[in-house]
């Protein structure tokens, strides 16, 4: 797995736009997170849908056609730096078959940010453009405008990212040793949903992976692991990284599953990095060769997020 091109780095004065692919955004939300963005100088644009609420599927963000008219005409505006995304969900696997990649492609690299559902938009981005992604906070996530923890490791990456080329570990090495890759990954779920579609890289070869997810049953993620399994989407795969499993069964279990799942792979696997559903989730870029060095603890990445 070769890494992807890497965005330029935001600067002061930036304009940044943010969109709603998945779920429905609720506005105080919203205002409370392009005040932090203005807050660190950033320009923010707000697509015209963010606010919308489906007819029939109140889980959903507006129609899939006009999530995925925003996501279009922000990406394809010269003038925005940068794409985050409002929050997760679901919704983003209905509309990215409705986004003209060409088009997107021809509008040249940015930053993009998201987590959780946004999982299937940092595949088709880095399958479909070749290009770094951010998994990290998103601007109206209740997780993003309530701490400052999130909020400093996600502007410290978009100004400052050769000063966050390390990311530690709280927990420990469920299988010890050291492993480098491409930095790929994100919720669980999402990722064993996304396979056979056109959107999913045929594998995980060559690749950190990162897992994660939320409020999931343990033989959930035991089908979602056992899926990827069979479907030989973890062949190759150098080295896992574990993030956050809120609302999940007890964590004992959660650990367990891991290595009985994937354990067997013989490839390093730690746990506790602080990505995802969680308090103070930092961000991780994807597409970014790294070294995970299980038994210390840490990841190193090869070269800052962006550029």
């Given amino acids: 797995m070769k890494a992807l091109v890497r965005p330029r780095r935001l600067a002061p004065g ?19 997170g392009l005040d932090i963005l203005r807050g660190w100088d950033l320009e923010p644009v707000v697509g015209p849908h963010v606010l919308d609420r489906h007819g029939t599927f109140d889980y959903l963000a507006g129609t899939d056609a006009d999530r995925a008219a925003d996501l279009q005409s922000a990406w394809c505006d010269p003038t925005v ?30 930053v993009f940010l998201g987590f959780s559902d946004i ?22 996530g209740i997780d993003f405008i309530k701490n400052a923890r999130a909020q400093e490791h996600l502007r410290t990456t978009l100004f400052e990212p ?15 040793g050291r492993a480098r890759g491409v930095l790929l990954g994100g919720c669980l779920s999402l990722l064993a949903a996304d396979l056979g579609t056109p959107h999913a890289r045929p594998s995980a070869r060559g690749g950190l992976l990162c897992l994660e997810d939320v409020n999931e049953e343990t033989y959930r993620l035991d089908r979602y692991l056992t899926q990827l399994l069979r479907a030989g989407w973890l062949d190759g795969v150098t080295g896992i990284l574990l993030g956050s499993w809120e609302r999940c069964d007890p964590y004992d279990r959660i650990r367990a599953l891991v290595l009985d799942r994937l354990g067997g792979l013989g490839v390093p696997i730690a746990e506790e990095f602080g990505f995802g559903h969680c308090e103070g989730a930092l961000t991780v870029p994807f597409g970014v060769p790294a070294e995970l060095d299980a038994e210390a603890g840490t990841l190193t990445l090869d070269v800052p997020a962006l550029a």
Avoid at 14 to 32: D, H
Avoid at 83 to 110: I, N, S
Avoid at 162 to 176: D, I, K, N, W, Y
Wanted: some cysteine.
């Fill in 14 to 32: 930036a304009r940044v736009a943010v969109v709603a692919p998945s779920g429905p955004v609720p506005e105080e939300r919203l205002q409370a």
């Fill in 81 to 110: 730096d940068a794409v985050l995304c409002a929050r997760g969900g679901y919704g983003v696997q209905r509309m990215t078959e409705l986004l003209d990649w060409d088009a997107l492609r021809a509008a040249g690299p940015k």
């Fill in 119 to 140: 999982t299937a938009l940092h595949e088709a981005f880095a399958t479909r453009l070749g290009l770094v992604t951010l998994h990290g906070p998103m601007a109206a």
């Fill in 162 to 176: 050769e000063s966050v080329r390390t990311l530690t570990s709280s927990g420990q090495a469920l299988v010890p």
